[in-house]
């Protein structure tokens, strides 16, 4: 065979093994989704999100414990972890030279490669074993230590790309560099920031190792943060592994509100970057 | 020419100022800044610190020996972590052979073959596949993928070559196989967009010389593309390497949690994330949560060495910035 | 023009970037409600003066000085001074036009407004229309004050910058080469406006382009190579340059 006939055909062969890939790397995507729609969809209910779960066996109730106790979570996990990381972030944006600055940024980045189970085990030493119980706060803790670098990061790059010129403006009218960070930098980054924020949020919502030993999950609704919580991956997880059938289907169920949630969070977030003042006009 | 309106009455009197004023503002400003990069440090501080108190127990009792200790056995108090070793390097081992090549070629196709309507579309959805919760790709797991991997593809798989030890033996379903698989689909997508970054950040000439010399689109990717991005693409693979190893929930309802070495893939197994999951809660007796303590500060270890190993990598083609984590 | 603006004066101004002089030994007087221009080849320092007259110098890599700079006969680099404060008494206009993206065209002038303190409303809109009409920018934005500040023109967008500039009615108004970047239709727009404005304010405009110069200053300053080469009335150095570099500068020898 021609030479030349036969590297052209191998190129194409080439892209062709490709497209399969491409083929194959969505498929999972699709069934995943698919299935969570056949399995899950069935199951909800406006039962399914007001009422509590019912004895094993026994079909019906729901997973408002799981929802509510995901929100009283991540909440307060958000209210720990987004201000201490935009303020990381900002902080090595404004003053990159600092020692502080370099170590910080290198730790953060360690910080977000550690797997988020080690993360709970330390919330566990840190926190459970010193009150002797489990509670939710301290799985809020875990999930906010996993939140304060993804939003560190993405917040100390926004405010990079804020024009030095805007800063010599404001400081030219006279602003102090407190107001400038905030009326001006921030302003401007600021839907960057949301972004991140969000995206963290909804990455640290479907978290389920950092609260196995923290939070622990309930099978009852609770407000009390000192105490143990249920939570959406908990319960996906608990039903899962269980041996009953209808607790299997609970768990797709579960799980496809748990995506919902997730989804809706980073739909949010990529809108947010279409506001009407930033700096892409 | 523009006629100027004359001042107004209106005007505010340009008042007596001063020159002095307070920088009680921008201190404070800075201080809280301060303290809430200084929190991040610190927390790591305590993290090491925390791991390292709550294993000591064990940590005393094996020292490293601790590593090569094959048996775990919470009943008799023996603790090893070498099957759980062996089932971590393992199960991602495998994960990444089957992931890295999907996501390479899947990151080749889309900087270099793809019609630009498609690049922004494909690239999102499997930015999708990133967003979705390890326990639900457990969950779909359990109830999906292994009915399907026992029905067809290790029969297949025995059939065709059972005559390697990996593929022989029963078949209960729950098995490294499954677990390497479903994690191959998770680290995937990371693979495949650091993969990209690294690809696109190759300058155009490289190929126009390559192609200018008559090779043809894929032997320009070969010869030209590939070489040059080779380290970004190793610090990808690592750094989902990296994602593997600490894996924890779809690993845990997949891999069947025994603790023994098995040849074959079709047999159960256990790694470091999945025993902290599965026996922290109801660990008997202070020596075993130590030893899981133990385990959790030598996963950390582990993925400390590997992440950083894949950053320095990926600096080092043409990014400006590194990758990290999962920004906006 | 009722009240004495403050007369600015450099004494014996030298301004550095770590170990390289910038700006060598400079002593100049700007006198109330006049505009006074410096020029000289890029590079000669021109624009380090001026940023030092408002501390602006300082927040550059490296960036110091020796010498006195005094508004109204107070030295603005004393240990007391908050060059916040000062910033509030010496505006300054940069080159490239830049409004806050994030705000309003209304927002943009009121800004240097609202850190000094609060403002009645209705005196706040009297003020952001007078600085926007002393602009010359009021008519072609009057009808929309609340929509974004970045969807002006480059040479909307400068004279925006200068209405917040003047809004606050600081005593001096600094210009660094306020129409490099803008097309001749605006240069001659924010020309006249330059003009104008010395009833109320004192002007240091920088700017490399001479003809500007001759047409808007009283007086003028020629730098050279970190030094003051030569100042004077305008027409003067114009027409009977004494030194020769100046001359070699004025006739497009060099530069």
């Given at each position: 065979m021609n030479r030349r006939v036969l590297r052209r055909w191998v190129s194409n062969a080439m892209v062709g093994l490709m497209i399969a890939a491409v083929v194959t790397a969505v498929l999972p995507l699709l069934f995943i989704l698919l299935d969570l729609l056949l399995k899950g969809a069935g199951s909800l209910s406006f039962d399914f999100f007001t009422r509590m779960p019912v004895p094993a066996g026994e079909t019906g109730g729901g997973v408002a414990h799981a929802i509510v106790g995901t929100l009283i979570i991540v909440g307060i996990a958000?209210?720990?972890?987004?201000?201490?990381?935009?303020?990381?972030?900002?902080?090595?944006?404004?003053?990159?030279?600092?020692?502080?600055?370099?170590?910080?940024?290198?730790?953060?980045?360690?910080?977000?490669?550690?797997?988020?189970?080690v993360v709970g085990v330390f919330a566990w030493a840190l926190i459970v074993t010193r009150t002797k119980q489990f509670s939710a706060l301290a799985g809020s803790c875990a999930l906010a230590m996993l939140m304060v670098p993804m939003v560190m990061r993405t917040t100390e790059e926004l405010v990079k790309l804020v024009p030095h010129s805007l800063r010599e403006a404001a400081l030219a009218l006279g602003y102090s560099r407190w107001r400038t960070s905030l009326a001006i930098v921030l302003r401007t980054a600021l839907p960057g920031i949301v972004t991140g924020s969000l995206l963290a949020v909804a990455r640290v919502a479907g978290e389920t190792a950092p609260l196995l030993f923290t939070a622990l999950g309930s099978q009852f609704m609770n407000f009390n943060v000192t105490e143990p919580m249920a939570a959406l991956p908990l319960t996906v997880f608990n039903y899962a592994i269980g041996p009953y059938e209808e607790w299997h289907q609970l768990a797709w169920a579960t799980a496809l509100v748990l995506i919902l949630v997730v989804l809706v969070l980073s739909i949010a977030a990529r809108l947010a970057t279409r506001r009407r003042f930033g700096i892409n006009g | 020419m523009t006629t100027v309106a004359a001042p107004e009455t209106a005007a505010p009197e340009r008042e007596p100022a001063s020159l002095e004023g307070s920088r009680v503002g921008d201190r404070l400003f800075k201080g809280l800044l301060t303290a809430a990069a200084l929190a991040v440090p610190v927390l790591m501080g305590f993290l090491v610190y925390e791991l390292y108190t709550g294993a000591k127990i064990a940590m005393v009792r094996y020292g490293l020996g601790f590593i090569w200790g094959s048996t775990w056995d919470p009943v008799a108090e023996q603790f090893g972590a070498l099957p759980l070793i062996v089932g971590t390097l393992l199960s991602s081992f495998l994960a990444l052979c089957i992931a890295v090549p999907l996501s390479l070629g899947v990151a080749i196709y889309l900087t270099e073959f793809a019609p630009r309507a498609v690049r922004q579309p494909v690239a999102f959805v499997i930015e999708l596949l990133a967003a979705i919760p390890s326990v639900v790709y457990g969950l779909w797991g359990i109830f999906v993928l292994i009915p399907v991997l026992k029905k067809f593809v290790f029969p297949f798989l025995r059939d065709t070559l059972g005559f390697l030890p990996f593929f022989q033996g029963p078949i209960y379903g729950p098995s490294m196989l499954a677990a390497s698989i479903i994690l191959a689909i998770m680290i995937m997508p990371f693979i495949m967009s650091v993969s990209r970054e690294v690809l696109l950040a190759v300058p155009g000439s490289q190929r126009e010389a390559a192609l200018a010399l008559g090779a043809t689109r894929w032997e320009a990717v070969t010869s030209a593309i590939l070489p040059y991005a080779r380290s970004g693409i190793i610090g990808a693979v690592i750094l989902g390497l990296g994602r593997a190893l600490g894996e924890t929930m779809a690993v845990t309802m997949l891999i069947g949690n025994r603790n023994e070495i098995s040849a074959s893939l079709f047999a159960p197994g256990y790694t470091m994330a999945a025993v902290i999951a599965n026996e922290f809660t109801e660990a008997v007796g202070d020596l075993h949560l130590a030893s899981l303590a133990y385990v959790a500060f030598l996963l950390f270890a582990v993925t400390v060495i590997v992440n950083g190993g894949a950053r320095l990598l990926i600096w080092r083609v043409g990014g400006q910035r590194a990758a990290g984590g999962r920004g906006a | 023009m009722a009240e004495p603006a403050a007369h600015l004066a450099t004494d014996k101004l030298t301004a550095m970037y770590g170990k390289f002089t910038a700006v060598k030994n400079v002593s100049l007087e700007f006198r109330v409600n006049t505009v006074n221009a410096l020029i000289g080849?890029?590079?000669?320092?021109?624009?380090?003066?001026?940023?030092?007259?408002?501390?602006?110098?300082?927040?550059?890599?490296?960036?110091?000085?020796?010498?006195?700079?005094?508004?109204?006969?107070?030295?603005?680099?004393?240990?007391?001074?908050?060059?916040?404060?000062?910033?509030?008494?010496?505006?300054?206009?940069?080159?490239?036009?830049t409004p806050f993206p994030t705000m309003s065209i209304y927002d943009n002038v009121a800004a240097g407004l609202r850190i000094n303190g609060s403002h009645p409303r209705g005196g706040l809109d009297a003020v952001v229309e007078q600085s926007l009409r002393r602009a010359a920018l009021w008519d072609e934005v009057k009808d929309r004050l609340k929509t974004s500040a970045i969807a002006l023109s480059g040479g909307q967008q400068q004279r925006l910058c200068i209405a917040r500039t003047i809004a606050p009615r600081p005593e001096v108004v600094l210009l660094d080469e306020p129409t490099a970047s803008l097309d001749p239709a605006s240069t001659q727009r924010i020309e006249e406006l330059v003009f104008e404005l010395k009833r109320d304010f004192t002007i240091v405009i920088v700017t490399h382009n001479m003809q500007q110069a001759a047409r808007v200053s009283d007086t003028t300053s020629f730098f050279y190579m970190g030094n003051m080469v030569e100042t004077g009335p305008t027409r003067q150095i114009f027409t009977a340059p004494k030194q020769e570099q100046t001359e070699a500068y004025i006739t497009g020898r060099f530069g």
């Open positions: 958000s209210l720990i972890g987004l201000p201490l990381g935009i303020g990381a972030g900002i902080f090595c944006a404004e003053y990159p030279g600092n020692r502080l600055a370099t170590t910080t940024r290198f730790v953060a980045d360690v910080m977000n490669g550690t797997p988020s189970i | - | 080849p890029s590079g000669c320092g021109k624009s380090t003066f001026l940023r030092a007259l408002n501390r602006m110098h300082e927040l550059s890599e490296g960036g110091w000085i020796t010498g006195q700079v005094l508004l109204g006969g107070e030295d603005i680099y004393a240990r007391k001074v908050s060059p916040m404060q000062l910033r509030r008494r010496i505006g300054m206009v940069f080159q490239k036009p």
